[in-house]
C-alpha cells in the first residue's frame, strides 16, 4: 500500500498456513532507501474480524457491490525523520575558526579574497576560492561546489562525505563597498559519519575593502529540517587592522535538542570565542604519547574540552593557543552520560611529528571521570602506532571552562 495508511486482512486455504508480514518504507527525506519494517504482532481485541465472502442463493445472480468512494481530505503532511546524533552547532563554528587561521598561510588571505571581489568581480573572486581546496571545491555557475564524494580524509583526519552546493543571491559592488548573499544547501554531508546539517543556510557579506584593510560583518542563520527545533542565527564582525584573520565582535546562538548556547567572538584574535548556556560540561584530557623509539614524550598531548548538545569538542575558549607543547590541537566525538568517542589531532617538534587517533571511554555518569583506552599514530620522522591505557591516558572533569595548563 505505498504511501497509504490503513490494515489488510488475509487468511490462509490451507490448515495450518502462516504469513511473513512485513513492510517497505522509503526513506524520502535522506537517502530514498528502503527500510525493512517487520510487522508487530496486536492483542486478539485489537485486529480486525474478517468479512465473510457471501455464498448467492441457487439461481440468483449476484448483485455486484459498489465500490465506496473515498472522502475527499486533504494530503497528510509528512513529518520530518528527525537526524540522529547531529553534529552540535558549536563544532562547525570551530571547524570554521580552524578553517580562518589557514588563510593566508600559503593560501588566499580574507584581504587578498575581499580586493578580489571589489576589483574583479564575483567570477574571480569565486575562482580563487576553489583554487584554495581544487580536491574538493570547484566553481559552478555563480556559486561553489564542495564534493566529498564517499569520502574524504582530512588533514586531521575527519573523514567528510557527501556535498554541500553554495549560491549567490546577489552582488554588488560600490566603490570599495562590496555586498555579498547566498544560500549553503547540504547534500548528505556528513563527519565522520554524523550529519553535518540539514535544509539550508543564508547568508550575507557586507564590507569594505582597500588593500589590506578589510571591515565589515558576516551574518547567517540556519533551521534544520531533519531536527526542526535545531538553529542557528547571528553576525561576525571583522577588522584586519585589529585582527587579520578572525572576528573581533559579534555573537552566533544556537539551538539543539531544545538547549540554547551562545557564542561570542573577541579581539583576543587568537581563534578562540566565548562560549555560554545551558547543560554545558568541562573536561580534560591527557594523553602520555610516546616517541617514533617508543620512548615517552616529556610532553602529555592535552586538550580542554566541553560537551554540548550530545557532542564532546575542544573548548574553544582555547582558540589555537599551543597546548602542553602541542599546536593545530583539534578534538571531536560523541559523548552521552556513560559513554565517550572522542577523535584527536595535534602537531609538536622540529620537524613536525602530528599526533592523531581515538580514545573510547564509560563513566558512571556526568560528573565522574571516564576510564577507557586510546589509539594513537604518529607521522614524522615514523608512522608508528600505539594504544594507551591505564596510567597513560584519562579523561576528567573539570568545574569550569579553562585552558591554563
Known sequence: MPGAIGSEVASACNAGGRFFAFATVI??????DPIFVPAVKMASSGLPSPTPTPSPAPGL??????TPTPPTSSTPTPTAVPIPNAIPGVE???????GLANLGSGTASIADIANTGKLNGLDAALTQIANMSPQTTRKSGNGLIIDYGSGYKAKDGAIYAGSATITTGSFVVSGSRVTWTGTMTPNNLKKDGRALGSGSATWSVDYTANGSTVVGDASGSATSTGN??????????FDSTLCPKYPIS????????GKTSTATFTNSCDGSYVLSGSGLRYDTFDLSVKKCDGSYRTEHFKVA?????GGILKDPVCGNKSLSGFSNVRAWGTVTDTTVKLTFFGQIGSPVHSYGGTFQGTRSGP????TGTATY?????CAVSYSAGSGEVTLTSQPSSSCNY
Do not use: C, K, W, Y
Open 305 to 309: 574540552l566541553v560537551e554540548v548538545g
Open 92 to 98: 562547525i563554528l570551530n571547524g570554521a575558526m580552524a
Open 377 to 381: 599514530t604518529v607521522v614524522g620522522a
Open 228 to 237: 526542526p527545533g535545531d538553529s542557528g542565527t547571528g553576525s561576525a564582525h
Open 27 to 32: 526513506d524520502n527525506h535522506l537517502t530514498g
Open 61 to 66: 445472480t449476484p448483485t455486484p457491490t459498489r
Open 250 to 257: 559579534g555573537n552566533i546562538t544556537m539551538t539543539q535538542a
Open 367 to 370: 560528573g565522574q571521570p571516564f
